[in-house]
């Protein structure tokens, strides 16, 4: 039986690891039927398309601030740098999955990734799922993995920065 009383952090760890497995398992899976795990990122993306609405309007830091907060950062990534301009900001992340929880549970992103057959590059493609949010209130979110750290860019969309100029 369960302890009565398990600490936030226990249970964060927990949702963490159990939501990666979901993610890599899920991977895993298309692959194997040969079903593109990009479709699939962009399918979800396309489903929470209208989830950044309210802040439509708002600077690009507020935006990636917001994405942070409520998506990235409850997957198990950290921030190790960021770069804000007037127009555009920039985040370096440590990559997903998150090695910091993955050695609690006894095992490495490598490891854990190799048991369901999906490359680091397969799993950071779940990044994606923000860009039709960005781009339906006028932003371009971008991901990369590089050099082993992810970069996060969301500036505004070039047919956004036209219309401005025009104003």
Not at 20 to 47: C, D, H, P
Not at 50 to 67: F, K, N, P, Q, T
């Amino acid at each position: 039986m369960a302890k009565e009383s398990v600490s936030k952090e226990v249970l964060l760890d927990g949702a963490q690891m159990a939501l990666s497995a979901f993610l890599a398992g899920t991977m895993g899976f298309l692959k194997e039927r040969n079903i593109s795990i990009q479709e699939w990122v962009s399918y979800i993306g396309e489903q929470f398309e209208g989830s950044l609405g309210d802040l439509e309007g708002e600077e690009a830091s507020r935006v990636m601030e917001h994405l942070l907060t409520l998506q990235v950062l409850p997957l198990g990534a950290e921030v190790t740098s960021s770069q804000i301009t007037q127009d555009k900001v920039e985040v370096k992340l440590t990559p997903l999955p998150s090695r910091a929880v993955l050695e609690k549970f006894g095992t490495t992103p490598r490891e854990f990734l190799r048991g369901f057959a999906i490359s680091q590059n397969d799993f950071e493609a779940i990044y994606g799922i923000y860009e039709p949010a960005a781009k339906s209130i006028g932003l371009r979110f971008t991901h990369q993995l590089k050099g082993g750290q992810e970069f996060l860019s969301l500036e505004p969309a070039p047919s956004a920065r036209r219309r401005a100029k025009r104003a």
